[in-house]
């Protein structure tokens, strides 16, 4: 009884403690007016695009943001602030130009990625991939 009721107290704190830190909000973007305007090059349903944006993803995203962007990829848990749900209507109403600012400038625990995706046909693909996952 005793170690049933030690196991269950610290499942509670455990849990108590992952809830707190995902809880936190982040706080808000602050993005330069020229990366709010910017518009993406990819028209929509390029399915070349699609694919090398995927591929991006895999290789440069997925192991914080998970497979389908919700936020649980493997290293999400060593992360201090949730790395974010991509299929959300909020992350979603982003501008392109919002979405490639914090994808590639970054911020905090988000690493710049401007010297690992140099090509700006490969920003904006994926980019476009990230808008699929709605």
Same mark, same amino acid.
């Given at each position: 009884?005793k170690?049933?009721?030690?196991?269950?107290v610290?499942?509670?704190?455990?849990? $108590?403690?992952v809830? +707190?830190?995902? %809880?936190q909000d982040?706080? &808000? #973007?602050?993005i330069p /007016?020229?990366?709010?305007?910017?518009?993406?090059?990819?028209? /929509?349903?390029?399915?070349? *695009?699609? +694919?090398? =944006?995927?591929?991006?993803w895999?290789?440069f995203c997925k192991s914080?943001?998970?497979?389908?962007g919700?936020?649980? =990829?493997p290293?999400?848990?060593?992360?201090?602030?949730f &790395?974010?749900?991509?299929?959300?209507a909020? $992350?979603?109403?982003?501008?392109d130009?919002?979405?490639y600012?914090?994808?590639?400038? =970054?911020?905090? @625990?988000m690493p710049? $990625? @401007?010297?690992k995706?140099? %090509? @700006? +046909?490969?920003? #904006? *693909?994926?980019?476009?991939y990230?808008? %699929?996952?709605?």
């Amino acid at each position: 009884m005793k170690k049933t009721l030690i196991y269950t107290v610290t499942c509670m704190i455990a849990f $108590f403690f992952v809830t +707190a830190v995902y %809880s936190q909000d982040a706080k &808000p #973007w602050d993005i330069p /007016a020229k990366y709010k305007a910017m518009k993406s090059t990819v028209k /929509a349903g390029d399915a070349d *695009a699609m +694919a090398d =944006g995927k591929m991006l993803w895999s290789k440069f995203c997925k192991s914080c943001h998970g497979s389908k962007g919700l936020g649980d =990829g493997p290293k999400s848990a060593m992360l201090k602030t949730f &790395p974010g749900d991509f299929s959300t209507a909020a $992350f979603q109403k982003n501008t392109d130009g919002e979405i490639y600012y914090m994808s590639f400038i =970054g911020r905090d @625990e988000m690493p710049n $990625f @401007e010297k690992k995706v140099t %090509s @700006e +046909a490969d920003r #904006w *693909a994926l980019v476009a991939y990230m808008r %699929s996952m709605k």
